[in-house]
């Protein structure tokens, strides 16, 4: 049987954490007010850092010219500090206010009079007008969107969305400075409209709305800049969200040291595949032992259980008494299902296993007596909605993997109410109910009981197709198996699962993609993951 042991101390790297609006807004207030460091000074450094990947994206573009639209707040102020900079690098600038000049108030507008005093003419656009904007822009070799920044709240009122439409208009790429303009910075939709960028220079930290759907779409590529915020601020406000990276699945799951052997590596139980379903069981064991589980078992009450064990001899299989095909669990099947958790290490629980009265009753039960962590997925999810006291009753740690239709049956809502705010929703059931969410999806989220949301950016649409969440609940399982704690396994399991994806749509484009191929790919993966991290010659460095 594996230790159970985590690797990491709890804490995130400052380079992978991930701000809400309010967040950046109190980690700027805290920089300057407490320790010292000047708005101006940052909002300096931010044109700056835009300026620089302005250049790095875009040299060629820049000759013919940059126009920057600014609004009056700190967004306009910094896309004002970008066209003073352009023109000490001899760039031409065509500037657009999109406000009043008394509008903009201190460090904007006082970097609105330090341009205009250096010979830069600036247009008011409700005197200039959009045609005169979309004249300019069209010539340009970029456009600087400054209109709105993480403040911005409620929709937007025509005139914005117009400035916004011409924008979008223009015929060159788009730098958004710090989010697009109307870009909820939060839950990452567009506020009635938002600019389309090609990249997003984003300061300090990424922004979550720009980091997941649409969002990311919108944002492009992003860009983070750093303008020196207090690490004391940012301790201080411990911003909740992070981006799961590379390193992630990397260090958690280290390469192998020569005296391991099946049992270092822990054994998984899988419970899944009813009748007409032995796929998905299939596919969830399978994948447990591609993610480097050391053994698995795949209990199912299918008659066709025996074909699994032909498709893949490394799976060791077990009957469940069953009725008809499903599941029967009566005191018989309770005694048989006690014995197979008897030195398991992680136990998966759904794919395929059907919705039942029978189906509910092992759930119910299994919550309350694996001393093993537990994964609930598909059909076990099913069976737990409306019955989330049985949460309560755990012996380990649960991590549920809804989709966000068996999300929206977990809080008694609709899928709309889940993808409203998914890192909110996600976010307040873990810490309700205690346990670790795997919110599926574009940019699948893990939501961890103390509140902290890990944001995946690996996958891509060829992934939808039937069986990658059972295989999924595999890998997951796996790595519990392995001796994670339900987070790791959770964050390493997505951002591993998502990259294997890729890495079959890279190869063979994205339509088409089946879940076998995704598992068949996961050792290469991981290796090219701890290649990245580890180096190409760790393995020959642990024979």
Known sequence: MSARRSRSNGATPPSLLAVTGDEMRAIDRLTIDRYGVPGAVLMERAGSGAVDVLVERFATALRSGVVLVAGKGNNGGDALVMARLLRKRRVRATVFLAAERSALRGDAAANLRRLERGGQRVHELHRAGLVALADAASA???????????????????????IIDTINAAP??????????????????????????????????????????PGASYAGEVAVVDIGVAPEAVAAVSPRQHLITAETVASALPPRFPDSHKGTYGHALVIAGARGKTGAGLLSGRAALRAGAGLVTLASPSPDLGAAAIYCPELMTEALPQSDGAIDFSRRGEAAIGRLLAGKDAVVYGPGIGLSAASRRLARWLIGASAAPLVIDADGLNAVAGHLEWLRGRKADV?????????????????????????ACARSFAVASKVTVVLKGARTLVASPDGRVGINPTGNPGMASGGMGDALAGIIGAALAQGLEAREAAEAAVFWHGHAGDRVAARSGAAGILASDVVDELPSALAALQDRLFGADHRADRR
Not at 141 to 159: C, F, I, N, Q
Request: with cysteine; aromatic share 4%; net charge negative.
């Open 172 to 213: 060159c790429p788009i730098l958004a400075v710090d989010v697009p303009s109307g870009l909820d910075a939060d839950r990452g939709r567009p506020l009635g409209g938002a600019v389309e960028a090609t990249v997003t220079a984003t300061f300090a930290f990424p922004k979550v709305g720009l980091l997941i759907e």
């Open 399 to 423: 991590v549920l993997t809804p989709h966000p239709g068996e999300m929206a049956r977990l809080i008694d809502g609709s899928t709309a109410d889940v993808q409203r705010d998914r890192v």
């Open 140 to 162: 340009a070799g970029v456009v600087v969107d400054g209109l709105y920044g993480t403040g911005l709240r409620g929709e937007l009122d025509g005139r914005s969305l117009a």
